[in-house]
């Protein structure tokens, strides 16, 4: 029940919050998240780093949760993150901190729950880390497209080095 609570409270902030203006603008980084998050979910679908539980209905899996997660719930936090970005680099740097820290904060509040679960040497830690990543490369790709598809390769290669999964786990 909590996913869909979840969705709720972000589609309701999204109605209060959303810049309009932005909504546009900001619809091929949320393609770009999108496109990055489900390749992630076909190379580590038998060897996930971390998984969604859900508690409450029998019909909320990971692979449930992770679609209503890419297709409804980051495509709004995307563009109220995108519609909201500061200008200037100090406050732009606090404002991907801030998120950064509120979505790992989410998160580890879901683990206490035992909603969030990690595996295969991926932690909260690697969470934040990987957020900062996120949020960065969002807001890269919002303003330089290119630059960032540029940049996704070699980071993507330097995270599957640092968290292989097994060729054979591939389908």
């Known amino acids: 029940m909590y996913v869909i609570g979840?969705?709720?409270v972000w589609v309701v902030t999204g109605f209060f919050l959303l810049n309009k203006e932005y909504i546009h603008q900001a619809y091929t980084t949320v393609q770009y998240y999108i496109l990055l998050n489900l390749v992630y979910n076909f190379l580590y679908y038998d060897y996930?780093?971390?998984s969604y539980k859900g508690k409450s209905l029998s019909f909320l899996n990971h692979t449930f949760i992770e679609l209503a997660f890419t297709f409804i719930v980051m495509p709004i936090a995307i563009t109220i993150f995108?519609?909201?970005f500061p200008n200037h680099l100090f406050p732009a740097v606090m404002y991907v901190l801030?998120?950064?820290v509120c979505f790992t904060a989410l998160e580890?509040?879901?683990s206490l729950w035992d909603m969030f679960v990690y595996d295969h040497g991926w932690s909260l830690f690697h969470s934040f880390w990987f957020n900062l990543l996120m949020f960065t490369?969002?807001?890269v790709h919002f303003k330089r497209p290119f630059i960032a598809i540029i940049?996704?390769?070699p980071l993507a290669l330097v995270l599957i080095w640092l968290f292989p999964f097994p060729l054979s786990s591939l389908n």
């Open 48 to 50: 996930v780093l971390w």
């Open 137 to 139: 490369m969002l807001i």
């Open 82 to 84: 995108i519609g909201y």
């Open 151 to 153: 940049l996704s390769v």
């Open 6 to 8: 979840i969705i709720f």
């Open 98 to 100: 801030a998120w950064s």
């Open 108 to 110: 580890w509040v879901s």
